[in-house]
């Protein structure tokens, strides 16, 4: 006879047991029977989600995840008949132990695991072998419970191994353990569990963030058992635009690792041993043509990333030893010119090394926040240069190709772990200022008494907006930029026509200047014309390079906000327009002018009327990428001013 785990177990036989004649009995324990108002509505309740890990001395863990689920509706019903599990075959192996359904009606159906499925799982720009296991559970009924549980064997990351032996399941990082475990969910919990045994002589040091649990210590058969639970979990409620819910949402972190500077010296000696950055003649020549005749560092610094950017193409194929942590070699890197982060950083290193500079990999999370617990929350990697005056620069060739910037913004307030030779803790980006990323329109426009508007605006960026204005040239093909450009004013009006533009003489050439576009155009019918009057939008408020102003796809109608939020960059937009309209007629609304100013943004604009012409100024400063709640109230002040400046315009005789 199997044995379940012991937190199994006894919390099954709190909500239901079976007689001789296998008819089912509740217990009042039952809380979606004792609290149906409390679960009305929802598809489905866990009522037991359990973790069992047990850790040897070479770091490895085998993990038994348990869950139990109550089907609650036909949607529930629908969502749990196929169970999948996602793992790596490089580094974890992982297997159905069992799966039982407790039917409504009291059958109790066992079935055959031998059924499971495994195979490639779906993969999207990465494709490192993934896989997926998945059993069919079949039809089920409001009021199943679904018990199963799966073991599995590894860690998260892999190394240097492509053995079928166990040493593949060893961390890269020997002897250490680490999690990080969610501790929300999608749907109500009724008692979450995580219990990790390590070997007595291991330490261990742990948090809990953003919430609270029951969290115990106790010595069992000559080990150290940690035990965290958390009861009665309902759904995490979130936020638009919020931050990462592991920056939110309650969760567990753990290592045995004592501080970040051991991670740093680890990482750093694992990529010089396997010499991931050897010189190669090849590459060599391409470095000494780049930087050719720049005696600056800075110069050449900027030629090399940006070389490495643009021409090292993402595609995460297989590429064999040196996944996971440790970076592939030069040979690899620039013979294939493709790669994920770690190949496109590990080809500016090795370029920076065979221009005579100290560069190293750097590991980071894009998307969320690493805490002072040194568990592995990373899913990036880039580069760190140390400078002439002794200070380290770090690089992101992955994310900044046809962009004016070295790191890109889109990163700033970003932790990284620079791996170099003296061990570093744990760093973070600055703040870019909003001046670094300006989008600038400044338009002249002409009304005449059809309500047809004439006139011509010239937009100028840089850093993240250039790159995001620039985008249909560095990118684009070239027959496009016509209708590309075009589509600006489409979005306007379907009437607009684009008379001219002028745009350089080679767009392309993101490191020349930032970018400049200048429209001549023409839209009939802009203006709605009735009796003796007309109405109207400031053309620079009415859609236009909207894709460039990423703060309008925040929702400012929120009045207030638990978690932080996040926007695409740190920004700053001006806009002006001079609107001339025919003599005779006078502006009916009134001249305005405000200034708001807090920690998060500042906004000035003024309109007013000068006889037979409307003056539009706006200046819209955004000063962070990541902004905490108590941020809202002043950036929602300023970008609800910022969007009143659009409404409409009339004008009469």
Known sequence: MKILPITVLSFLTTVVCFGQNGQSCRFASDPTLQKPELYAGFDYVNLLDSTSVTVQPSGSGSFAICKTVKIMDMKGALENRVLKYDYDPLTAHAVFHRVTIYKANGDVINLDITKTYDYVAPARAIYWGARQIMMEVGHLDPGDIIDYQIDKKGFTYALLTDNDDESRFVPPMQGQFYDIVPFWEDQPTIRKVYKVSIPMEKEMQFQFYQGSCMSSMRYENGRKAYTFISTDVMPFKKEPNMVD?????????????????????????????????????????????????????????????????????????????????????????????????????????????????????????????????????????????????????????????????????????????????????????????????????????????????????????????????????????????????????????????????????????????????????????????????????????????????????????????????????????????????????????????????????DFEGSLRGEGNKVVLHEKLTLKKRVYEAHDWDGFRTAVNTYKSYGNYLIINK
């Not at 051991?262 to 020549?285: C, G, H, I, M, R």
Request: charged fraction near 20%; include cysteine; hydrophobic fraction near 35%.
């Open 245 to 601: 819910l592991y920056d939110a949402a309650p969760k567990l972190m753990m290592s045995s690792t004592p501080c970040w500077q051991d991670k740093s010296l680890w990482f750093n000696k694992v990529n010089e041993d396997y010499k991931s950055f050897t010189k190669l003649p090849e590459a060599q020549k391409k470095v000494d043509e780049l930087i050719k005749g720049k005696t600056d560092e800075m110069e050449k610094i900027a030629v090399l990333t940006h070389w490495v950017a643009d021409n090292i193409r993402y595609a995460g194929i297989t590429m064999g030893k040196g996944e996971g942590f440790t970076l592939h070699t030069t040979t690899m890197d620039y013979t294939d010119r493709c790669g994920v982060c770690k190949d496109i950083a590990g080809t500016l290193i090795s370029f920076l090394r065979m221009a005579g500079f100290q560069a190293y990999p750097a590991m980071t999370m894009a998307g969320s926040r690493i805490e002072s617990i040194p568990a592995d929350h990373f899913n990036h990697c880039v580069v760190v240069v140390k400078l002439s005056n002794g200070t380290y620069m770090p690089l992101d060739p992955t994310w900044v190709p046809f962009c004016r910037e070295l790191w890109s913004s889109a990163e700033q307030q970003q932790n990284y772990l620079p791996g170099i030779p003296e061990g570093s803790d744990l760093c973070i980006t600055p703040i870019s200022s909003p001046e670094n990323h300006y989008v600038r329109i400044n338009a002249n426009n002409k009304i005449d008494t059809k309500g047809t508007l004439t006139g011509q605006f010239t937009i100028t960026a840089e850093g993240q907006s250039d790159s995001n204005v620039r985008r249909i040239f560095t990118r684009g093909w070239q027959s496009q930029w016509h209708n590309d450009l075009e589509s600006q004013l489409l979005t306007v009006s379907p009437k607009a026509h684009l008379i001219s533009v002028d745009y350089g003489k080679d767009p392309k050439n993101y490191q020349a200047a930032p970018i400049k576009i200048t429209f001549h155009y023409e839209i009939p019918e802009y203006a709605v014309a009735a009796d003796d009057a007309m109405l109207f939008k400031p053309l620079v408020m009415n859609n236009l390079y909207n894709s460039v102003k990423s703060f309008l796809r925040i929702n400012t109608d929120l009045n207030t906000r638990l978690y932080g939020f996040k926007d695409a960059c740190s920004r700053l937009v001006e806009l002006n327009e001079n609107i001339q309209f025919p003599a005779g007629y006078k502006l009916l609304n009134s001249d305005r002018h405000d200034s708001k100013q807090s920690n998060a943004a």
